[in-house]
């Protein structure tokens, strides 16, 4: 009796040991699973939100790059009408104002020419008279200049 009892405990230690085992491989199993899938959907999730960064950053760029590309040449245009846009003014008023002869110099000359051989006062051209202006600006400003680094020696 005492054999049967102690094989009967056996086999139901085996059997115990047994079950432990098997539940122990299926805790494992499901645990090694559900960590699997875990980190599955982490990666998914990772790519995603890489790959949805990544074309938030390539839409950036491309929307600076454009907004730099017009703004700049709206900006060469401006500087191309502010440039030329007073010298051709200025031409425009030294030749007369639209005159159909395009050399107004030779035009102006020319009646010049012809009054003063008529015995009239000779007329001054508007580049002539533009020239005067200037030269006539330009020398008072350096009156003016050499006036003002005068004026500390003086006072001294």
Known sequence: AWQGA??????ASEAAGQAVK????????????SVNKTQQRMAEGAKERSS???GMMQYGTQRAFKYAFWWSLALVGVYGV?????????????????????????KAKRISAERS?????PEV???DYAKGMSESALSWMKSESDDAMQKPENQS
């Open 6 to 11: 102690q094989q009967s405990l056996s086999s």
């Open 22 to 33: 098997d539940s122990s491989r299926a805790a494992w199993t499901a645990t090694t699973e």
């Open 52 to 54: 949805r960064w990544m």
């Open 82 to 106: 502010a440039t030329t846009l007073p010298k051709e003014i200025l031409r425009y008023a030294l030749q007369g104002g639209g005159d159909d002869d395009n050399d107004s110099s030779k």
């Open 117 to 121: 051989s008529q015995g009239a006062a």
């Open 125 to 127: 051209s508007i580049a």
